[in-house]
C-alpha cells in the first residue's frame, strides 16, 4: 500500500542516557577517540550509515537498543566517565590562563572568521585545506584555553560528494543538512528566541539572518544560516553550498559572513555576558567586510572616518593563504557599490562614505575590488602560513606599501599546522606521547626522546596502519566500481588489490592545477615499470576533488583513474572517491611516503603532509610550502624545482627526478631489512622525522605562535588606540554638548499622584526638549525634600530618572516618602558621559524656569 503521508519519528532518550546529548553535541568526541568509540559501539553499522554522525545515530536508535543500553551497566560507566572527562577538560585551567595570569592580555578576546571550518565529515562546512586548517585552529585554541570566538556559515548543502561515472568523470552530488541533523543548537536569548541579525539590502530589502552554535571544546563556533522562511527564495539560497555559484552569490555570502559576523558575535557576546571580542581575525580575505561593518560602527558613534580606520586597523589580524594571484577573490567594482556604493540610496553600512570603502579594496585594475588587498589595509598584523609563503606575499603585495624594499613589507608568517589529536591515529598517539617525555603535548616545542618506543614496535605499528589502509581501499575501490555501473562477478580482481607489504605511496588534496596530481603520469611506461617492480614494487593510494567549474581538473582526475585501468596497474595505484576529513586520516597514517609535488612556489604552506608526519609517514616533496623551510635529508626526501625553464621542461625534470628519488633511493630504503626482517634505516628515518618535525607541524605551536606574536600584540594596540579614540570622541561630544546646552530645556514636571501616603511613593514625570542631544547623553534627576520658607529643599533625596522607552525624551521616577508634611520637588538635567567623573564637572545644569 502507498503511504498517504509520512512522518517521522525519534527516539527519545531516558535520564540514564541523557548525557549521551551533551556528548554528541560537543565536538570534542571528534578529538577524543574513547567517546567516538562510545558512539561507534552503541552500533557499528548505524554509526557508518549516518555518517559517524552522533546526533543522527542518536535519534535513529531503536527502542530495544535504547532499552539495552540503559540496563548495560558497563555501558553506563563508561558513559558516566566520558561526560566526567568532558566536564573536567572545559574547567581545567589551560595553557592562555597561565600564560596570561596577572596581565592586561588575559582579557584579549579574539572573533575569527572563516568561510569554511572542516572540524568532522558530520558537520560539512568546508571543502578542503582552508577549512581543516580554521577547524583545527580551534581546536588547538580549545586545548590551550584561547579565548576565540569562531564565525562562520552554515551551508544547508556544504560541498558535494564525488564519485566516479563509468568514464572515471567526476560526478556531485548534493545532500541536504537540515540544522537538527548537526551537532548545532540555536543561539536563544532570554526569552526562548533564537538569535537573528539582519542586513538591509541596497534594494530596501531585509536579510534575517539565524544564529547557530556549535560546541568545539570550549570554543563557540556561531553559524550564519539564511535558509529561513523568512526569506524570499534568493535571499534563502545565500548559504545553500561552499564555493558555488557567481559573483553575485559570492559577494552576498561574504556580505554575511563578514558584516552580520560581527553584527552576530557582538549580540552573541552580549547575550552570554561575555567580553566582546577585541581583536577581529580574518582567515582568508572572505570577512574582509567585517571591517566595513566595523568602521560603520565607529562612525555611527560619531567618529570620523581615519580614526574608525585606525581603531579597527590596531584590532584586526589577515592571513593570506594563496601565493597565486588568480586565486585571490576579487570581485566587478560596480557589484560592490552595488551593495556597499550610495547610488540607490539604501547601503549595506551606510555610516562609511562608498569612495572610502572603494579605496580600501582598490587595485591596479579600476574595474576590480580586491579582496586581499581590503584585508592588508584594515589589518596592522598580516601574514602568510609558511616562512617561504611570507616571502612570496611580501613580493607579491609589495605596491601596497611604496618605499621600501619587499623585506620591509609589513607581512610576517606563521606556518601552519596540525592538530595532533585529531591527526594522530590512537595507535600512534602513544609513540608521540612517549618521545614528549609525557609531557603535554599542546605546549611542548620539542619532543626529546626520539628513542622512546623500539623499532620492532615502531614498525609493527606502521605496518597495522598500513593494513588497515589497504583494507579500507578495497572497500572504497569496490563501492566505487559498483557505483560505475560494474557487477560483483566483475570484482573479484578487488580482493588483490594494493598489499599490506608493499611500499605505499600516498597523494591526497583537492585537484588544482597547481597540485599537479598528473606529473607522475609524465612518463607513463617508467611509472608502470616502477609500480611493477618485482623485488620493491611500489603501489599509490590517491584521493581528491576537483571544484564542480573546474574542467581541466576533471580532466586531470580522469587522466589518473584511466591511467590505472588501462596500464594494467589498477592493483597498485587507486583512486579512493569523495576525499574528507576521516579518509584523510587513514590515508596519511597508512601511507609510507606522502608525495607534494606542487608548482613551487604556489603551495602557501600544505597541511596534508603534516598530518602524515604526526603518523610516521615520510614526506617527498617539492621544496615548497612548510617543507621548503624544514627540508632535510635525514627526514625526508626532496623533489628539486627546476625554476627558470619553460613549463614542459619543468614538469619533464621534475618528474623525472621523482622517478629517480622513488627508484633508486626510497624503494631501496624500505625494502633493505635486517635479520629480524626491520628496515633499520626506515625505521630510524620515521623515528627521526616524527621526533624533529613533529612539533613544529603541531596547530597547538601555530595557535601560541597567533597568541604570541599577533593576538596579544593587536589586543594591545586596540587598548591604546580605543582609549585615544574614546578621548577624541568625548572631545567631540564635549563640542556638541556645549553646542546643544541652550536649546536644552525642562518643559513641564508633573506628580502623577498629587496627594501621597507615607509608604507610598511620589511618582514624577517629566518632559524635557533635547534639541540635538539623546536621553543618553543627560543625567535627569529628581530632586525631593520639605522645603523652607524660600521654597529651598531641605535634606533633599535625589532619584534618577529614567526615559519612559529607549530615546524617549518623557523621563519618570518613583521616590519613596517616609515622613508626613509639605513636600517640594523639581527636575535637574546636566550631561552623562562614562569619561565625566562627575556631572557637575561641566558647570552645565538646567532647572525647570
Ligand atoms: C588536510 C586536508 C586537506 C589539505 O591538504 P593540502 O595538503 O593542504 O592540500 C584537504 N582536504 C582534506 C579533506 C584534508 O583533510
Not at 446 to 458: F, K, M, Q, R, S
Request: a negative charge; aromatic letters at 8%; charged letters at 25%.
Amino acid at each position: 500500500m502507498k503511504a498517504y503521508d509520512s512522518l517521522s519519528v525519534s527516539t527519545v532518550l531516558p535520564a540514564e542516557l541523557a548525557s549521551l546529548r551533551t556528548l554528541a553535541k560537543n565536538l570534542r568526541w571528534s578529538w577524543h577517540p574513547s567517546a567516538e568509540r562510545l558512539f561507534a559501539g552503541i552500533d557499528e553499522q548505524l554509526w557508518r550509515s549516518c555518517g559517524r554522525n552522533p546526533v543522527v545515530m542518536l535519534r535513529s536508535l531503536s527502542a530495544t537498543r535504547v532499552a539495552e543500553l540503559a540496563a548495560d551497566d558497563d555501558f553506563l560507566a563508561r558513559l558516566a566517565e566520558e561526560t566526567q572527562d568532558l566536564s573536567a577538560y572545559l574547567e581545567s585551567e589551560r595553557w592562555f590562563r597561565k600564560h596570561t595570569r596577572d596581565t592586561e592580555d588575559a582579557a584579549t578576546s579574539v572573533a575569527y572568521f572563516s568561510m569554511e571550518f572542516g572540524i568532522t565529515e558530520s558537520l560539512p562546512v568546508y571543502s578542503g585545506g582552508l577549512g581543516v586548517l580554521a577547524g583545527d585552529h580551534l581546536k588547538s585554541a580549545s586545548d590551550l584555553g584561547a579565548p576565540i570566538i569562531g564565525i562562520g556559515l552554515l551551508y544547508t548543502y556544504g560541498y558535494f560528494s564525488q564519485t566516479l561515472s563509468r568514464e572515471g568523470w567526476q560526478q556531485e552530488a548534493y545532500t541536504e543538512h537540515p540544522p537538527t541533523d548537526l551537532a548545532v543548537d540555536p543561539v536563544l536569548d532570554a526569552d526562548g528566541v533564537q538569535l537573528h541579525v539582519s542586513l538591509g539590502f541596497p534594494d530596501g530589502r531585509a536579510l534575517d539572518i539565524a544564529v547557530w552554535e556549535a560546541q568545539v571544546g570550549s570554543i563557540p563556533l556561531l553559524l550564519l544560516d539564511t535558509n529561513l522562511p523568512t526569506n524570499p527564495e534568493d535571499f534563502r539560497a545565500i548559504t545553500d553550498r561552499l564555493y558555488g555559484g557567481d559573483a553575485e552569490h559570492r559577494i552576498r555570502q561574504e556580505l554575511v559572513l563578514g558584516v552580520g559576523g560581527v553584527r552576530a558575535v557582538q549580540a552573541y557576546t552580549k547575550l552570554r555576558g561575555r567580553a566582546q571580542p577585541t581583536v577581529f581575525h580574518l582567515n582568508e580575505g572572505h570577512a574582509g567586510f567585517s571591517g566595513i561593518e566595523r568602521i560603520g560602527q565607529l562612525m555611527e558613534s560619531g567618529e570620523n572616518f581615519e580614526t574608525a580606520l585606525a581603531t579597527v586597523r590596531s584590532s584586526t589580524v589577515f592571513t593570506t593563504h594563496t601565493p597565486v594571484p588568480a586565486g585571490i577573490d576579487r570581485f566587478d567594482s560596480h557589484v560592490v557599490q552595488r551593495y556597499l556604493g550610495s547610488s540607490g540610496g539604501h547601503t549595506l553600512v551606510p555610516a562609511v562614505p562608498s569612495p572610502r570603502i572603494m579605496e580600501l579594496g582598490a587595485e591596479d585594475d579600476p574595474g576590480l575590488f580586491n579582496m586581499a588587498h581590503l584585508g592588508l589595509r584594515l589589518a596592522q598584523y598580516a601574514n602568510g602560513v609558511a616562512k617561504l609563503h611570507g616571502v612570496v606575499s611580501r613580493g607579491m603585495f609589495a605596491k601596497l606599501y611604496p618605499g621600501v624594499e619587499a623585506e620591509e613589507v609589513p607581512i610576517g608568517s606563521v606556518t601552519n599546522g596540525v592538530h595532533i589529536p585529531s591527526w594522530t591515529r590512537p595507535s600512534m598517539m602513544p609513540v608521540i606521547e612517549a618521545m614528549n617525555g609525557g609531557r603535554d603535548l599542546a605546549t611542548s616545542n620539542t619532543w626529546d626522546h626520539p628513542d622512546a618506543v623500539g623499532a620492532e614496535e615502531l614498525w609493527r605499528i606502521r605496518g597495522e596502519l598500513r593494513a588497515e589502509l589497504v583494507k579500507r581501499a578495497r572497500d572504497s575501490v569496490r563501492a566505487s566500481w559498483k557505483a560505475r555501473g560494474a557487477q560483483d562477478a566483475e570484482l573479484g580482481w578487488i580482493r588483490d588489490v594494493l598489499d599490506p607489504e608493499r611500499l605505499t605511496i600516498g597523494f591526497a588534496r583537492r585537484v588544482s592545477t597547481y597540485k599537479r596530481l598528473t606529473l607522475m603520469l609524465q612518463d607513463r611506461e617508467r611509472l608502470a615499470r616502477i609500480l611493477n617492480n618485482a623485488e620493491r614494487p611500489v603501489q599509490f593510494v590517491i584521493a581528491g576533488k576537483a571544484h564542480p567549474a573546474d574542467m581541466g581538473g576533471k580532466q586531470l582526475l580522469q587522466q589518473l583513474v584511466n591511467f590505472a585501468d588501462e596500464a594494467g596497474v589498477r592493483d597498485r595505484i587507486v583512486f579512493l572517491p569523495d576525499y574528507n576529513v576521516t579518509i584523510a586520516k587513514h590515508l596519511v597514517a597508512g601511507s609510507d611516503v606522502w608525495l607534494n609535488n606542487p608548482v613551487r612556489p604556489q603551495e602557501a604552506s600544505g597541511t596534508s603532509g603534516m598530518k602524515a608526519v604526526m603518523n610516521g609517514c615520510l614526506t617527498f616533496s617539492i621544496s615548497d610550502g612548510w617543507w621548503d623551510e624544514m627540508a632535510d635529508d635525514s627526514v625526508g626526501w626532496t623533489i628539486p624545482d627546476m625554476h627558470g625553464v619553460d613549463e614542459r621542461t619543468r614538469d619533464a625534470l621534475e618528474a623525472g627526478a621523482l622517478y629517480d628519488i622513488l627508484e633508486h633511493e626510497i624503494a631501496p630504503l624500505f625494502y633493505e631489512r635486517d635479520e629480524r626482517g626491520l628496515p633499520t634505516e626506515w625505521v630510524e628515518k620515521v623515528r627521526r622525522s616524527i621526533a624533529v618535525v613533529g612539533p613544529k607541524v603541531a596547530a597547538e605551536r601555530m595557535v601560541r605562535d597567533y597568541v604570541n606574536d599577533l593576538y596579544l600584540p593587536a589586543g594591545r594596540s586596540a587598548r591604546v588606540a580605543s582609549e585615544v579614540a574614546a578621548t577624541r570622541a568625548f572631545a567631540a561630544w564635549l563640542g556638541d554638548v556645549r553646542a546643544a546646552w541652550p536649546s536644552v530645556r525642562v518643559e513641564s514636571v508633573v506628580a502623577e499622584n498629587p496627594e501621597p501616603k507615607t509608604g507610598e511613593g511620589l511618582r514624577l514625570s517629566a518632559r524635557l526638549a533635547l534639541g540635538q542631544l539623546t536621553s543618553d547623553d543627560v543625567l535627569v534627576e529628581a530632586v525631593v525634600g520639605a522645603p523652607d520658607e524660600d521654597g529651598e529643599l531641605l535634606g533633599a533625596r535625589i532619584a534618577e530618572m529614567r526615559p519612559v522607552a529607549d530615546g524617549s525624551s518623557d523621563f519618570v521616577v518613583e521616590v519613596p516618602i517616609d515622613a508626613p508634611g509639605r513636600l517640594g520637588f523639581t527636575v535637574r538635567v546636566q550631561p552623562q558621559h562614562a569619561f565625566l567623573q562627575a556631572p557637575a564637572e561641566l558647570g552645565l545644569v538646567r532647572l525647570p524656569s
